[in-house]
């Protein structure tokens, strides 16, 4: 069997455009599952924001582990991680990878940002990057700590989102592929699929490229897969669905002061049961636990003492 980083790395090299499913917990990663993706893009908003906090590392880098951990063991299909910067220097990452290794993490995402990030897709905000040649040693430091040969490590560019243009997101890209990315994710916020035409159209194929189409969602994915894009990522969607339908559900109980509308339009109990694979939990209380004494056994034992 295939272990998770050979999955990932197996999707990077693919002669087919491969997706990958955002999740931020371990029900909405099994979900992601077995809905049929054969990988997870395990998002940082998504992951702060179902912790109540905002994208800009305010949630520590130590509380999205345990969650990603719960993720890993709830899942058989691999999880390219959302660290943001890395959350530090190259020191910071090095750590990072030692950790995600440990709990089973197929790849890891770093950006060339600032720490503490910006969520690229915020109006009108600065986005700063982080000096090229200090990330290329993220990267390298990075690669030099996994101890999984197929551990892979994705450097996503921020030049269009900052405004940088064509030049230097190639520039960029081609030193991050030469620090030993494994792929690189081109990131962009245009409501067309242009700046993401433009760059393929440039990119001589030194690694495989991510993209992450939120805001030209739009643009066909025929025209990416055309383009020579290995993998596409939609990043939000399984928390910006599951918002949309508490929302309604709580304004609706609180309306009707009553079930009897709701009941029907959710989720049945026994649904969770089977997701949090309680069936299991069964099969192995009854092979572990002693089997309980019938009340006619208590009864002769307690003649017995008597």
């Given amino acids: 069997m295939r272990s998770k980083t050979q999955q990932f790395r197996q999707m990077l090299q693919s002669d087919r455009l491969e997706f990958l499913l955002e999740s931020h917990n371990g029900l909405s990663a099994r979900i992601v599952e077995e809905a049929g993706f054969s990988g997870i893009w395990a998002s940082g908003l998504s992951m702060s924001a179902s912790l109540g ?25 691999p999880i390219l991680v959302d660290a943001d910067t890395g959350y530090g220097n190259f020191n910071n990452v090095r750590r990072l990878v030692r950790k995600l290794e440990q709990r089973g993490i197929a790849a890891v995402c770093i ?21 090229a040649d200090e990330f290329c040693g993220k990267i390298r430091a990075a690669k030099d700590t996994q101890q999984d040969a197929d551990f892979s490590v994705v450097a996503r560019v921020e030049a269009f989102i900052s405004g940088w243009g064509l030049d230097e997101a190639l520039r960029r890209a081609e030193a991050y592929a030469a620090a030993g990315a494994d792929a690189v994710l081109i990131h962009s916020k245009q409501k067309t699929g242009e700046e993401i035409a433009a760059f393929m159209k440039a990119w001589q194929g030194y690694a495989p490229v991510v993209i992450v189409p939120t805001t030209y969602y739009r643009t066909r994915t025929e025209e990416f ?4 894009v290995s993998m596409i990522i939609w990043a939000n969607h399984m928390l910006r669905s599951s918002v949309q339908v508490m929302k309604q559900t709580a304004s609706r109980i609180l309306q009707e002061q009553s079930l009897v509308t709701v009941e029907e339009q959710i989720a049945p109990v026994k649904e969770i049961f089977r997701l949090q ?3 299991e939990l069964k099969e192995a209380e009854a092979l572990y636990l002693p089997k309980k004494a019938t009340a006619a056994t208590f009864g002769v034992a307690g003649a017995t003492r008597a």
Avoid: C, H
């Avoid at 950006?111 to 000096?131: G, H, M, R, W, Y």
């Fill in 225 to 228: 897969a055309r383009a020579g």
């Fill in 277 to 279: 694979n309680m069936e």
């Fill in 53 to 77: 906090v905002r994208d800009n590392n305010e949630a520590s880098w130590t509380q999205v582990l345990e969650v990603l951990e719960f993720m890993s063991d709830a899942t058989s299909i």
């Fill in 111 to 131: 950006e060339d940002k600032l720490f503490p990030k910006t969520n690229s897709l915020l109006d009108d905000e600065v986005q700063p990057l982080a000096d």
